[in-house]
């Protein structure tokens, strides 16, 4: 059944056509990633299915009675000085005005008891809130928050008490356990933690909910969708398959069209040499033939230019001073704000040309370690010494550092290090802001636009240490590939060393060489990337297909923690090569039917979940 559709639709700001002619179908279950280069108009385009925006031109047709769910880029839970619980409990509106009305009931029926009709309308009260899962949305809500790493003690505090990424994990696990028919999600992975993501990408699999979602996390892409729709050039281009299938077909697509584009100008060019032949000789029968070669020339459908590949930001540092070989230490770092302790005793080294990054589950304090070492907030205990001549700037995961009143030339000038209007300019084409584009305000940017601004501004100041807290979050794929690129060069041939807060754990390990993981309050290693997943190369994801709710129970407390998922269709458990018997075994024996089994290698996030598991939860 077809659950939403897109005719012709487009979308003008004053004489500038962001996109135009877009249309689509989703049926029920589809998962469509909306993915294309910042500024393309994805947000745009969903604001405008979601009824918040008008189109220019085109009609959106979405079933009647749909329930809709809908997380932005900032969106937090509401009720945020209730407990975790109670606030989670509070998206169940529909539950909570059934209990509502039950307890009145029972009140009126211990007061009037011959009133037979009171009886009659608390049952089917009864009935409504048993169908809508009234019975079991607590004991969903627990096991939810126990999977997402909040510990019984932290489902009391309130949740103003919070990390922003913690309560946008919240406000996601409350949509879902409310299962809309549809949900759109703008950027759901930027400020979830790998436990998150993981249990995300687990529940969108198998939800017959249908998800329209913005984001540039190809892995998670890969993960969830079954159709990708690219807006590029102001032109929107349905591809049917995960993220990697698109890749591969557009590739495929532009070779095919480059080849037509060329045949069919190579053709236009043999026309009219030869119409140009007959003029030359001037008779009547070589006009005539001319004539009619040129009504087929203008007959003739002429494709479009090839577009040229997206143009990309070239970074380059000059003039950085170099640092001395020991740039940073850290030695028994504490901190915690009132009665929470984020960490304790932490301590690490960075180097010159180190790139080392931080992870960790949200909420552990990996952004407040960063802004300790900024010097913008005091330790509670312990020391950190930069070493000889480190000058280091900050990268602010949201950005908080742009004045929206700026434009973009003046938000560049106030970074107070290049003075140059022509060296300015030219550092703003590096970074693809061209033209009238120096004069957009601040307020006006793209989150994309906003993490390029950022970046340009600490490359005026010349520094031999950078300190990056999410800067992935709002780039593009070929950002992220920019920004591999520009810290590779920088450590390799500049010796900046790059120091890195981030939940990407798979993107990191293409950037950087060094991992620090912070769990449960203390930091589990420093190691290099590749040691993180040979430690845990002793098992892998063992796929069983079988009814996976009843394997679960059959497994018992046992296999729980190794447990990664389970649906109807199947389980998916870390496990050794030895233990594949014994579950096979006990599977049998418990009166499971398994219809297939295979293993997959251990992926950086499931190395990671197994280094953190049973202390990598949130304290």
């Not at 998962?31 to 108009?41: D, F, P, Q, S, T």
């Not at 080392?356 to 205990?381: A, D, H, Q, V």
Request: with cysteine; aromatic share 8%.
């Amino acid at each position: 059944m077809a659950v939403i559709q897109c005719k012709d639709i487009s979308v003008c700001f004053g004489e500038k056509t962001l996109f135009h002619g877009v249309g689509f179908t989703l049926e029920a279950g589809d998962k469509l990633g909306l993915v294309g280069a910042n500024g393309a108009g994805k947000t745009t385009l969903l604001k405008v299915l979601l009824g918040e925006r008008e189109p220019t031109t085109g009609v959106i047709s979405t079933s009647n009675g749909m329930k809709i769910g809908y997380l932005g880029q900032q969106t937090r839970i509401h009720h945020a000085e209730k407990s975790l619980f109670e606030a989670m409990r509070s998206g169940f509106t529909h539950l909570l005005d059934l209990e509502t009305a039950m307890e009145k009931l029972e009140l009126a029926m211990r007061e009037n008891t011959a009133d037979v009709s009171l009886l009659d309308t608390y049952h089917h009260l009864a009935d409504v809130y048993r169908k809508e899962g009234g019975n079991s949305y607590r004991s969903r809500i627990v096991g939810v928050l126990k999977r997402l790493g909040f510990s019984e003690e932290t489902q009391s505090r309130p949740v103003n008490t919070l990390s922003g990424g913690q309560q946008t994990t919240l406000a996601l696990a409350s949509l879902l356990l409310n299962t809309p028919d549809i949900l759109f999600l703008d950027e759901p992975t930027n400020h979830l933690d790998i436990r998150a993501v993981t249990w995300l990408e687990d529940q969108l699999r198998v939800m017959k909910t249908t998800v329209i979602t913005v984001s540039h996390d190809r892995y998670f892409l890969d993960s969830v969708t079954n159709k990708i729709l690219e807006l590029e050039h102001g032109k929107a281009m349905l591809y049917k398959g995960n993220y990697s299938y698109f890749r591969e077909e557009k590739a495929k697509n532009v070779q095919i069209y480059e080849k037509h584009y060329k045949d069919q100008q190579k053709e236009i060019r043999r026309i009219e040499a030869y119409i140009a032949l007959q003029r030359k000789w001037n008779r009547q029968r070589n006009i005539i033939a001319a004539e009619s070669r040129q009504k087929a020339l203008d007959r003739m459908v002429k494709l479009e230019k090839p577009a040229p590949p997206p143009a990309e930001a070239r970074f380059r540092f000059e003039g950085t001073l170099p640092s001395g070989n020991d740039v940073l230490k850290v030695t028994n770092l504490s901190m915690k704000f009132g009665q929470k302790t984020l960490f304790e005793n932490l301590s690490f080294e960075v180097s010159k040309d180190d790139r080392f990054f931080i992870i960790g589950p949200n909420g552990c304090g990996k952004s407040t370690l960063l802004k300790i070492l900024c010097g913008m907030y005091p330790p509670c205990r312990g020391s950190y010494t930069f070493g000889y001549n480190v000058k280091w700037g900050y990268y602010d995961q949201e950005n908080q550092r742009l004045n929206p009143e700026n434009t973009v030339l003046e938000e560049l000038m106030s970074a107070g290090g290049e003075t140059s209007r022509e060296k300015l300019y030219s550092l703003l084409a590096l970074f693809l802001f061209r033209g009238e584009d120096a004069e957009k305000k601040i307020a006006f940017l793209s989150g994309g636009e906003r993490a390029r601004i950022t970046l340009a501004k600490l490359m005026t100041k010349r520094c031999n240490v950078l300190i990056l807290d999410e800067p992935t979050n709002g780039l593009d794929p070929s950002g992220i590939k920019e920004l591999r690129d520009i810290l590779s060069y920088l450590a390799h041939e500049k010796g900046v060393s790059v120091m890195v807060s981030s939940h990407q754990l798979a993107e990191m390990a293409l950037m950087c060489d060094r991992v620090g993981i912070i769990s449960n309050g203390v930091l589990l290693s420093v190691e290099p990337i590749q040691e993180l997943l040979e430690r845990t190369q002793s098992e892998n994801i063992v796929d069983i297909k079988t009814d996976g709710n009843k394997a679960k129970e059959i497994l018992g407390e046992t296999w729980a923690e190794k447990v990664r998922s389970a649906n109807e269709k199947e389980i998916r458990i870390a496990a050794g090569k030895g233990d594949i018997p014994v579950l096979i075994q006990a599977l049998g024996a418990g009166g499971a039917e398994i219809y297939g089994i295979s293993e997959e290698k251990l992926t950086l996030e499931e190395a990671y979940l197994r280094l953190t598991e049973g202390g990598g939860g949130i304290a």
